[in-house]
């Protein structure tokens, strides 16, 4: 029987049948402004207040702008117990330019997972930044001992993605990957990531033509019977909540 891990977003674990499966690897995706990392700080804190070792890695926003999502979700007590990492756009750009391009993605991988130890629950914000900055095409020379960066190939990013997923799996921890969803080259790992990932959630600027301005699709949860209904969020005072219930 699969065992399951509480979301923390109130009315999901229901439409789950109890929450996402125990060591699952879930894409939550969304275009800016669909309260991705409020989705990923309430999944963090309901670890936490279940005695969980939690881990956040951050690439792109820093430890502060969390602290204060945390205040505003009144959180501040449990968001001091996450193991909370950075990765700045210095170390990103350091990274970047340092390794060889024809091995780049597996030894981005390899850092990243040298942030995690052995945690119950991972969030990686973002996903998209991983697959981009460890292109194992990321630079390539131009004129002199010049260097110029290129954007990666749809191959490149897909086998980033599964190198990070394998070592991730091995982790054994449920892992939340964060990515941001858009039109362009760009945002192709949101795309790669649902073949990859055992479950896609999407935060969506609702198109229901509800008081709700969010709403919530779950894509894809494997070994769980869901709704494929798109369903409206609020945002309360305690964050991110199911205001109805659909069955589809």
Not at 1 to 26: A, C, N, Q
């Amino acid at each position: 029987m699969l065992e399951k891990v509480s979301t923390g977003i109130p009315g999901l674990d229901k439409l789950l049948d109890g929450g996402f499966g125990k060591g699952f690897l879930v894409e939550i995706a969304g275009s800016a402004g669909t309260y991705k990392s409020t989705f990923a700080i309430q999944f963090a804190v309901e670890g936490v207040r279940k005695n969980e070792k939690v881990t956040y890695i951050s690439l792109e926003e820093p430890k502060q702008s969390f602290e204060q999502l945390a205040e505003d979700l009144h959180v501040t007590k449990e968001f001091s117990k996450i193991d909370f990492e950075t990765m700045g756009m210095d170390d990103l750009m350091s990274f970047r330019y340092s390794i060889n391009p024809s091995g780049g993605a597996e030894a981005f991988a390899n850092m990243l997972i040298s942030y995690v130890e052995k945690p119950d629950r991972l969030v990686i914000d973002t996903a998209t930044t991983t697959a981009l900055y460890s292109s194992r095409t990321s630079v390539r020379a131009n004129e002199g001992n010049k260097s110029e960066a290129i954007i990666p190939s749809p191959a490149d990013i897909r086998i980033m993605l599964l190198l990070l997923a394998d070592k991730l799996r091995k982790k054994g921890c449920t892992v939340l990957l964060l990515a941001e969803a858009g039109e362009g080259d760009l945002y192709i790992p949101e795309e790669m990531l649902k073949y990859i990932c055992d479950g896609k959630i999407e935060l969506k600027k609702s198109s229901l033509g509800t008081r709700t301005p969010r709403s919530l699709v779950i894509e894809k949860m494997r070994h769980i019977n869901h709704t494929l209904d798109e369903q409206p969020i609020v945002l309360t005072k305690d964050g991110l909540t199911i205001e109805q219930i659909e069955q589809g």
